[in-house]
Nanobody, 118 residues
Framework: QVHLVESGGGLVQPGGSLRLSCAASRITFSAYSMGWYRQAPGKQRELVAAITSAGMSTNYGDSVKGRFTISRDNAKNTVYLQMNSLKPEDTAVYYC???????????WGQGTQVTVSS
């Protein structure tokens, strides 16, 4: 069974930084594109950032461009989300997603809470 485990969430003041990690197991990690999504209370889940399987291409949601950076280490089966200049509106549960479109496979992590508040 595939496991995606997010970590690194917490409470941070506005303007601060956090680094999220998502460790994958029981998966051919290098075959999957990886994404970070978030869901705030009462809102739909939205894409934050995504990275292709080899890490050659990334894309970001408009609200986080220039502040967040996604990266991956295929040797460690881990994807990261560096979040800088955090704002209260970044408060949400952040989820990791692995997707292998050709094979029709996708998996979600359980989520990690990020709260930006003074």
């Amino acid at each position: 069974q595939v496991h995606l485990v997010e970590s690194g969430g917490g409470l941070v003041q506005p303007g601060g930084s956090l680094r999220l990690s998502c460790a994958a197991s029981r998966i051919t990690f290098s075959a999957y594109s990886m994404g970070w999504y978030r869901q705030a209370p009462g809102k739909q889940r939205e894409l934050v950032a995504a990275i292709t399987s080899a890490g050659m291409s990334t894309n970001y949601g408009d609200s986080v461009k220039g502040r967040f950076t996604i990266s991956r280490d295929n040797a460690k089966n881990t994807v990261y989300l560096q979040m800088n200049s955090l704002k209260p509106e970044d408060t949400a549960v952040y989820y990791c997603k692995a997707e292998w479109k050709v094979a029709g496979l996708s998996f979600w992590g359980q989520g990690t809470q990020v709260t930006v508040s003074s």
